[in-house]
């Protein structure tokens, strides 16, 4: 994002927390960030719907993805802003941002570019299905073949 | 869910946290708890993708999910089980349970049963979208209709 983007950030307003009936049914954008400032923000493909990611929102993130219509997001490991595909160039274009009735929760619609969302080389970070076989909770992978090979993008082997 | 299913849920083993390789390619189930015991569930209509909600589950509600095949959350604001539509009878039969890379969030593909998974009377959570004007943040609903009238079916006022 460019420096324009980044100051018009600063100049967007959220709404106050009112009661339980404003945040459900009013107009104001009032986001819960939680006691670590974060908020979980849910990436989906906006053509099939598929979800891609599950990841959290500082203010700032949700700021600077309202302003410049890519998604940054709040990396937890890291500590730091994570303009996801700052490294790999698979950005996510933000199409729509919705909230949830109480307004502590982002679905994020977003074109994701390249050919996968996941550092793993799958386009959705959700390949795998729990299954139970006895009493043993397992994975088994769902998601047909990888889109990518990672190495080929990744050179700090960190996703992004 | 019945008293069989609840001792089920006692037997059913995870994985151990084992390094990043075997998180994101092992054969093993080894779901992330975080610093409240939580873990971010997402659930999805199992037929058109659609997010109805964002909820949490500790370690006891994800086993009593799988012993009973319905969605059971931890809900933060009342600290307890929540055993989706107990109340309002809309269960949530689950098909499919996805995990992603690190094992730190899941997806539930489910069937909703009844109108909706939205105390409001929506079928999803997320009704309204994000709509900046000028430097304010307001929220629009995307959502057509409501699919029934909440005040028919929850007695107490709260969700379930």
């Known amino acids: 994002m460019n420096d324009d983007q980044k100051q018009r950030a600063q100049s967007i307003r959220f709404g106050a927390r009112g009661d339980k009936a404003a945040l459900e049914a009013g107009a104001g954008f009032a986001p819960k960030f939680d006691a670590d400032g974060l908020i979980t923000a849910v990436a989906v493909d906006a053509v099939t719907g598929t979800v891609l990611m599950v990841a959290y929102m500082n203010e700032e993130s949700l700021r600077l993805t309202l302003a410049c219509g890519e998604a940054v997001y ?4 890291r500590q730091r802003l994570w303009h996801k595909g700052e490294e790999s160039g698979h950005v996510q274009k933000v199409v ?3 909230t949830d009735c109480d307004q502590d929760a982002l679905v994020l619609r977003v074109d994701q570019r390249g050919p996968g969302a996941c550092h ?4 959705s970070c959700f390949y795998r299905a729990v299954a139970v ?3 043993e909770a397992g994975l088994r992978v ?4 990888k889109g990518y090979d990672p190495a080929s993008v990744y050179r700090s082997g960190k996703a992004g």
């Not at 769902?142 to 073949?145: A, D, I, L, W």
Request: charged share 30%.
């Open 133 to 135: 076989a006895g009493d």
């Open 142 to 145: 769902v998601y047909p073949e």
């Open 74 to 77: 709040f990396s937890r490991s």
């Open 96 to 98: 729509e941002i919705l």
């Open 120 to 123: 793993t080389g799958y386009r």
